[in-house]
């Protein structure tokens, strides 16, 4: 069952403390990307990944950071210079065929942070 | 940078009748632009997406229609259902090897009986 996999679904931390979120494909796909998702505004890209041990920050990548170790992983932390880390965090793969103008994001379910 | 605006944010529409929501892009670059539905605590789904070099597109009871010198594309949804409601998100990306989405602010659609 090919997909993306992201856990907890909810995540709860006191302020302070970093968190490092999951997020799994096993799609085989190249590029994997993480988004932050707060009511009523549209996905903000946090940071994107092309290939293992490469990594490129979005448009709002202060106070966040990646690591891509493995081809099918790569997980996001977030660190407590993030002012307002309780958001929903989505997680998508695609796979980046060279040339070809945009290709379909695969999303994964998402976890919802909340710091208190 | 590329910017993305989405209209209406929300829309209601009995069943049976049809939506269209509209978004506009910034960069004339922008050539690709798909259309995410997002259903309550699960991630976006691609429903349907359109490449510059085509002014329209359809999949059922979807269609997208982009017209490039207005910067402007929409998604047409005819014969609504409830399963339609949902969150639609338009987005548009620039050619090059990453495939750098922006994306709108989202439009919540409910379809009434």
């Known amino acids: 069952d090919g997909g993306i996999t992201q856990s907890p679904k909810y995540l709860f931390r006191k302020e302070g403390q970093n968190v490092t979120l999951s997020c799994e494909q096993n799609l085989n796909h190249d590029a994997m990307y993480w988004y932050r998702q707060d009511p009523g505004q549209g996905l903000r890209l946090i940071y994107y990944s092309q290939i293992v041990n490469d990594f490129q920050k979005g448009d709002i990548a202060e106070g966040y950071s990646v690591s891509r170790e493995k081809k099918e992983s790569f997980p996001l932390t977030v660190t407590s210079a993030q002012k307002n880390p309780t958001a929903f965090y989505l997680c998508?793969?695609?796979?980046?065929?060279?040339?070809?103008?945009?290709?379909?994001?695969?999303f994964g379910p998402g976890t919802r942070l909340t710091v208190t | 940078g590329e910017n993305v605006e989405q209209h209406p944010s929300t829309l209601s529409v009995q069943e049976g009748d049809s939506a269209v929501i509209k978004c506009t892009y910034s960069d004339s670059a922008s050539n690709y632009f798909p259309w995410y539905k997002q259903e309550l605590g699960k991630g976006p789904q691609l429903i349907i997406d359109?490449?510059?070099?085509?002014g329209e597109k359809k999949d059922q009871r979807i269609a997208v229609t982009l017209n490039k010198t207005a910067k402007h594309f929409s998604l047409h949804i005819t014969e609504t259902q409830p399963e339609d409601s949902a969150v639609y998100f338009c987005?548009?990306?620039?050619?090059?090897?990453?495939?750098?989405?922006?994306f709108g602010t989202g439009t919540r659609l409910q379809v009434t009986l």
């Open positions: 998508a793969s695609s796979p980046e065929a060279p040339g070809l103008a945009g290709v379909e994001q695969y």
């Open positions: 359109i490449r510059s070099n085509v």
């Open positions: 987005a548009a990306s620039l050619e090059g090897i990453a495939s750098k989405l922006t």
